[in-house]
């Protein structure tokens, strides 16, 4: 398998610009978690999906962000419209486990945005 | 106040030594994971414990659920090893706290 496949990889934009960012997750898992690692805030979850529907989206930051899961083998995270404080890396993961991902969790590589 | 607490921040170590890093947490758990970063900034995810122990080659990873307290342990510790190490956990509420991590550095 292919492991969580995350794009693109890096994302230079300008603020104002939308951002979508793309996940696959490993065929088969049937939850889906969105993070954001910064220095200041470390590894954050912004929201999770169990079988495409989001079970917890506490950790997204505003209204700028959404997240959507149109089928088991794709998901989005889009920010718009994006500012220099978005600037992170942004990781996917994916988990076997059942409800809320119960199972141990496969991360993405990670998707290094700059907004400049 | 943090949720999940991790110590120490920084750990540095010679090749061979045994290490331990704590975990401690104030919400009830389901689960608690252990992270693994690379300096190259991948992520890998070490252990996902409920109770008990497990280990896994040089790792071993145990949690007292009275004590809501976790450690990693390394033995005989090598220079890959040299990475941050992420303690997580998931609440009975579904919700997930992660500690700010413990950047270990093992020296030859």
């Known amino acids: 398998d292919a492991g969580v496949i995350q794009s693109p990889r890096h994302e230079v934009t300008e603020m104002g610009q939308e951002v979508t960012l793309r996940c696959k997750p490993i065929?088969?898992?049937?939850?889906l978690f969105w993070y954001r690692q910064t220095m200041m805030r470390g590894l954050e979850l912004l929201i999770y999906?169990?079988?495409?529907?989001?079970?917890?989206d506490s950790g997204m930051p505003e209204d700028r962000f959404s997240a959507k899961m149109p089928n088991a083998s794709f998901s989005t995270l889009k920010i718009q419209p994006s500012e220099p404080r978005d600037s992170a890396v942004y990781f996917c993961?994916?988990?076997?486990?059942?409800?809320?991902?119960?199972?141990?969790?496969?991360f993405g590589p990670g998707t290094r945005l700059t907004v400049l | 106040k943090n949720e999940v607490e991790q110590s120490p921040q920084n750990l540095t170590a010679q090749e061979g030594e045994f290490i331990t890093i704590n975990c401690s947490y104030s919400?009830?758990?389901?689960?608690l994971h252990w992270l693994q970063q690379h300096p190259g900034g991948g992520i890998v995810s070490l252990f996902m414990?409920?109770?008990g122990k497990k280990k896994h080659g040089r790792l071993i990873a145990t949690i007292n659920i009275q004590e809501k307290h976790s450690s990693l342990h390394i033995t005989a510790s090598h220079p890959r090893d040299s990475a941050v190490y992420i303690c997580?956990?998931?609440?009975?509420?579904?919700?997930?706290?992660f500690g700010t991590g413990t950047s270990l550095t093992v020296i030859p």
């Open positions: 993961a994916s988990s076997p486990g059942g409800l809320a991902g119960r199972g141990e969790q496969f």
């Open positions: 997580a956990v998931r609440n009975t509420g579904n919700q997930f706290y």
């Open positions: 065929s088969g898992h049937n939850s």
């Open positions: 919400v009830g758990i389901s689960a």
């Open positions: 999906f169990n079988n495409n529907v989001p079970i917890d």
């Open positions: 414990l409920s109770s």
